[in-house]
């Protein structure tokens, strides 16, 4: 993921962070069959999960969406209540309401991990 030129993948942390997020969040948690069905893979994560659903520590564990509507500051947490968040590996792997059945429950401190 590091552009033409860059020496070490360190470099590039942001593109390193997000294609790890992906990886361990959905590519390693399914099965991918082809080309076709990887690309399919990679749009619905990015375009549902990783800026719709998940919280990024990078803006005060907001999401992306709330943040770019202007609903949350990127520099305090905008959740006032617990929160189960979706994460990967529960139930039927390509559909984002079927993974918030288990997940990550966010009160007002960062992250508190729940039957992981």
Known sequence: MCAP?????????SG????????????YCEQIDDALDLQ??????????YN???PHEAIAW????????????PHIPS???EEILPTPGHGTPSTPSSRLARGIVVANTP????GL
Do not use: S
């Not at 030129?5 to 590039?12: L, R, S, Y």
């Not at 390193?16 to 990886?23: C, I, N, Q, S, V």
């Not at 399919?40 to 999960?49: F, G, N």
């Open 5 to 13: 030129g860059c020496a070490a993948p360190g470099q590039n942390g």
């Open 16 to 27: 390193e962070r997000a294609f790890g997020t992906l990886k361990y969040e959905r590519l």
């Open 40 to 49: 399919r893979h990679l749009e619905d994560y990015r375009t549902t999960d």
């Open 52 to 54: 719709l659903l998940r």
């Open 62 to 73: 907001n999401r992306p969406i709330q943040v770019h509507l202007g609903h949350a500051n």
């Open 79 to 81: 959740f006032h209540t």
């Open 111 to 114: 992250w508190h991990t729940v």
